[in-house]
């Protein structure tokens, strides 16, 4: 009996069968995705440890969070794709799954004999997505990546980091999270391609190209100006937008027209900031914006930060408590959106995406140990005898 049949969760894409060959980070973050949606999701795994971040702390109850995280609701199957027996229990998967992913060097699944036309051939339905450091084209297709290669490689941390400071790795992994995003709306598109012309197709994903879809005000700035500069927590184009200090913890503060301004001038009982001729427009603020920083934490520091959010929600001023993963975690908010789950006894961040009709339950099957499914898939997909000659 496979996880799907007593415990899969109901989803748009219920009755998709994945195959997941993508190991540590941006392919899993995709799959799992595809696989809190409904999709049936196969883990491919080698032999040996599996993937190589089953051995990654940090461990909780002996299990990798690591791996947890971006496993869960997953089926695991160990096959060496160079071994004959197992290349035909693969090939039978293949030939039923939906979608296959990967996220191997470019050319490492053709040396295989798996290429896109390959499997193409096989199972013309197929949706093949790769997600690769540089993408399967392009000089510098065969180079091997990390999450920092690309943000470094990017220009996504030349813009992180304060003014006068060196650039800074952003906080999370974000190279590996978007492109396994961003694999997880190419399958989409993909799968709905393929009801109207009932073809599968290649989807490229490159975590490089992934983070340069990201820069946003940095490429703005560039085009602009052609310089670009690194700015802390202030936004490029509309002050204050930024993190203050109040008596007792950092708020962030977001008046990005005139009006807001008013408002929040209206909120801490100054409303003189708004005729101080350095303060006239966005464009005055932006100007003098190390002076009007500094006026504002001299009237934040004389209260604690909940009796200035209480004053400037009720003003209708944009404004957030800087909170830690803690903060978070305990938050009604993250609550009331089920954001935070269990999996597996582990409780872990949930799913994003809310589709009406659709549960999306607090309660997740976890990551399946290695190889869980194995005797169970080998039986689903033996291989089929071949029928004698007539």
């Known amino acids: 009996m496979t996880i799907s049949d007593v415990t899969k969760t109901n989803g748009p894409f219920s009755g998709i069968l994945v195959v997941d060959l993508t190991h540590v980070l941006n392919g899993p973050f995709g799959t799992t995705i595809l696989s809190d949606l409904g999709a049936r999701v196969i883990k491919v795994e080698p032999p040996g440890h599996g993937d190589d971040t089953r051995l990654y702390g940090p461990f909780v109850k002996n299990q990798s969070l690591y791996y947890s995280f971006v496993n ?156 670009t500069s690194r700015l802390g927590n202030r936004h490029p184009y509309m002050t ?74 009720a003003a209708g001023v944009p404004v957030g408590l800087l909170m830690s993963i803690e903060d978070v975690a305990n938050h009604p908010q993250t609550r009331a959106r089920n954001m935070f789950i269990e999996a597996g006894g582990i409780r872990m961040p949930g799913n994003p995406i809310k589709i009406s009709g659709y549960e999306d339950p607090a309660v997740r099957v976890g990551a399946a140990t290695l190889d869980e499914h194995g005797p169970a898939l080998r039986q689903e997909f033996a291989a089929t005898p071949q029928r004698a000659a007539a």
Not at 112 to 133: H, K, T
Not at 183 to 211: H, N, P, Q
């Open 240 to 313: 204050p937008f930024d993190i203050f200090q109040a008596k007792d913890r950092y708020i962030a503060i977001c008046a990005g027209n005139d009006s807001l301004f008013a408002k929040l001038a209206g909120a801490l009982e100054h409303p003189e900031l708004t005729t101080d001729s350095r303060f006239l427009s966005n464009a005055d603020r932006r100007t003098h914006h190390e002076a009007l920083k500094s006026a504002l934490e001299t009237i934040l520091q004389q209260n604690n930060a909940d009796y200035w959010l209480q004053a400037m929600r």
């Open 72 to 227: 869960r609701g997953k089926e695991s199957i160990v096959l060496d794709l160079k071994n004959d027996d197992d290349r035909a229990v693969f090939l039978e998967i293949v030939k039923k799954a939906d979608v296959l992913t990967e996220n191997y060097r470019p050319g490492t699944m053709a040396k295989l004999g798996f290429s896109y036309e390959e499997l193409n051939r096989i199972n013309p339905r197929l949706v093949y997505a790769a997600s690769s450091g540089f993408g399967q084209t392009g000089p510098l297709t065969k180079y091997p990546a990390y999450d920092t290669i690309i943000q470094a490689m990017s220009g996504m941390m030349s813009l992180t980091g304060e003014t006068n400071g060196p650039p800074i790795r952003v906080g999370t992994s974000i190279s590996d999270l978007l492109a396994g995003t961003f694999m997880f709306g190419g399958i989409a598109s993909a799968l709905y391609a393929r009801e109207r012309t009932g073809k599968g197709a290649m989807v490229d994903v490159a975590m490089f190209d992934a983070t340069i879809a990201m820069l946003e005000h940095g490429w703005m700035e560039y085009v602009a100006t052609g310089e």
